[in-house]
């Protein structure tokens, strides 16, 4: 999910290590579409979130194929797994380890980048090269 760099404008470390009650909640984006709809400006958009649950749990509704690590179901979209807080290459990210997709196990690793100075931060998630304008913004819902 993370691309091997960051476009400029997303590089905006947290001052700190974000906190866990600081991710803890909803994360919703109204921009999500499948990876082949990008140049239509017709395509269908949706709302997909991801739930970030106190003692590390993650669950995902909603979200577009490309989002789901190589396994997607045109009928919905699910997963679940654990998450952390990190530090990888110097940028504060949320870790990621998959469990569970669309009901099936499947163990795969991602890292989402934790962006803003200071809370409310966002989660940008990039389809492709970063610099491609491929993105989504998730926010926290307050």
Not at 66 to 83: E, K, S
Request: one cysteine or more; hydrophobic letters at 40%.
């Amino acid at each position: 999910m993370l691309a091997c760099g960051y476009p400029t404008v997303f590089i905006e470390d947290p001052i700190r290590e974000p906190s866990e009650a600081e991710i803890i909640g909803e994360w919703t984006s109204d921009r999500c579409r499948s990876a082949d709809s990008w140049s239509d400006e017709n395509a269908d958009i949706w709302i997909c979130s991801w739930i970030f649950r106190p003692g590390g749990t993650f669950y995902m509704v909603d979200v577009p194929e490309w989002l789901m690590v190589g396994r997607w179901d045109p009928n919905g979209n699910t997963a679940f797994g654990t998450w952390d807080i990190g530090q990888p290459d110097g940028h504060w990210v949320i870790e990621l380890d998959f469990s569970i997709v669309n009901d099936r196990e499947y163990k795969v690793r991602r890292e989402l980048l934790i962006y803003g100075k200071e809370p409310p931060f966002s989660i940008p998630v990039f389809l492709g090269d970063a610099d491609a304008g491929y993105t989504i913004v998730f926010t926290r819902v307050e």
